[in-house]
């Protein structure tokens, strides 16, 4: 393990340990050396534990709007916090947005031992324009090849690290495929810029593939990121102020599919304002439709493991994502 460092920190062994039972991955891999076989298996324990989620953006009592939670321990309190060690099947704890979420993971792959930074990336807002350096990823190299690890974009992100490697086909979840190419963007000046572009495409081969978002291979400092979500905290046109949002992918064991390994990624569970829906191997049911603040908070504690308090429940009411009660 390499030593801390005031701006790289590390978790101690038994921080990793709650991790491990947090996001529920079996005993057998609680000691193994880094490897892409691992880093695979912690990915998809993650995604299918730790939400992508806005949540404290609106339950909550501040009026004014709330920053991502960049710091080591005060992410590891909210993500794995008192999320281990329940008995009654709720997953307890939170997650957060793609900074939270994978400056989380990147903490705990490099407490591992995992030669790991974390970059940033643009995301698409359709027809070619992309915001700002809004989003992160994290880079890990084993054997002397590099690959992406992203673990909070929601339903769109990957589900298993990726080479940084040209127009290598992936499955992202089936029937979906993703892969990785390198293009100048539209607003580029100077067109012998390249940038990488993580792309996803529905279905198969005749299916067009969809941008979604770029990034660079330019290692981003804690003062990046500390940047980043002040804007994405307080500028007005961001859905993330106005609208819920969360999603984290579903395993294969929690649903039943036996085709493949238990915990292959095969689908996705989303909530927005107003309903939660889950889709698997391309197959979409609504789980439910919200009429009231008390089904909304049914659907959290049921399908993402995630239980306010009162007070938090007050923060929302009267806003405009609240329900009545």
Partial sequence: MPPPTPLRPLYTPAQLAAYFTHIRLPPSLHTQRPS???????????????????????????????????????????????????????RGGRGGGCLENNAFFGTVLRSLGYECYPGGGRVNMGGGVYTGWEHMVNFVTLDG????????????????????????????????????????????????????????????????????????????????????????????????????????????????????????????????DRECKRRVRGRTEVLKVFETEGERLEALRRWFGIEFGEAERRGVRGTAVGLPD
Wanted: with cysteine.
């Fill in 145 to 272: 090849q590099k690959y992406m690890c992203d673990v909070g974009f929601g339903a769109r992100g990957q589900s298993a690290p990726l080479a940084v490697t040209e127009d290598e086909v992936v499955t992202q979840i089936a029937p979906a495929s993703a892969r990785l190419t390198k293009a100048a963007l539209a607003a580029h000046t100077d067109p012998a810029q390249r940038l990488w572009v993580y792309q996803v495409r529905d279905g198969d081969a005749a299916q067009p593939w969809e941008d979604v978002y770029c990034f660079a291979e330019t290692e981003f400092l804690p003062q990046d990121f500390e940047a980043m979500t002040v804007g994405t905290t307080y500028r007005r046109n961001s859905f993330f102020a106005y609208s819920i949002a969360m999603c984290r992918m579903v395993m294969a064991g929690e649903v039943g599919v036996t085709d493949v390994e238990g915990d292959e990624i095969v689908g996705v569970i989303t909530l927005t």
């Fill in 36 to 90: 892409l076989a691992h880093l695979r298996r912690l990915q998809r324990h993650q995604l299918a534990t730790v939400p992508w989620e806005n949540l404290s953006k609106h339950y909550s009592l501040y009026s004014t709007p709330v920053t991502a939670v960049l710091g080591a321990q005060d992410l590891f309190a909210k993500i794995v916090g008192s999320g281990h060690g329940r008995d009654d099947g709720a």
